[in-house]
């Protein structure tokens, strides 16, 4: 059974910097994607930064120019330094795993999420 793991979370003032991990477990096989997504209360989760191969980085709007997502692809962990960080970051932060295996189908794991306050 596929888990997914995230630490590096918690409390910090604004303009502050967090990195978040996650370092997955069970799996024979290597991640085609990773991501991660956050979600605030009575919002939709939504997708902060995803990555497949190492340099093929997709980020929300909102984040461009101060997160970045990076992983180990033979690991399959991925991590997002988040830098100067706002109120408006504040949210539980879940990572992602995502692809297809050929003959077998779609996958698409998540982690428990890990809570990110950014407060003075």
């Known amino acids: 059974q596929v888990q997914l793991a995230e630490s590096g979370g918690g409390l910090v003032q604004p303009g502050g910097s967090l990195r978040l991990s996650c370092v997955s477990s069970g799996s024979r096989f290597r991640f085609n994607a990773m991501a991660w997504y956050r979600q605030t209360t009575g919002k939709e989760r939504e997708m902060v930064a995803s990555i497949t191969t190492p340099g093929s980085a997709n980020y929300a709007e909102s984040v461009k120019g101060r997160f970045t997502v990076s992983r180990d692809p033979v690991r399959n962990t991925v991590h997002l330094q988040m830098n100067s960080l706002k109120p408006e970051d504040t949210a539980v932060y879940y990572c992602?795993?995502?692809?297809?295996?050929?003959?077998?189908?779609?996958?698409?794991?998540w982690g428990q999420g890990i809570q990110v306050s950014v407060s003075s």
């Open positions: 992602n795993a995502n692809g297809r295996i050929d003959r077998v189908g779609p996958y698409n794991y």
